[in-house]
């Protein structure tokens, strides 16, 4: 479990540095949150919209099936 090629690192690099597969990660990681936050806020907008259309459409069948209060 302690092969290099196992745990997604290379081999090359300064020898005394311990090497870790989270480390070479955080970068990466850190880069990508405002990415998914975007999308997070876009599928949140999309789905309170469609709910919204969804609303209107029913209050409109009801009231033109005269089911008004």
């Known amino acids: 479990m302690s092969d290099p090629a196992i745990l997604g690192i290379s081999e090359s690099g300064p020898k005394n540095e311990e090497r870790s597969p989270m480390k070479s990660r955080s970068h990466h990681h850190d880069a990508r949150w405002p990415r998914r936050l975007l999308w997070l806020v876009t ?4 789905s309170v919209l469609c709910l ?4 209107y459409g029913l209050r409109l069948i009801m009231r033109a099936a005269g089911l008004t209060t």
Do not use: D, M, R
């Open 43 to 46: 599928i949140w907008t999309a």
């Open 52 to 55: 919204g259309i969804l609303a």
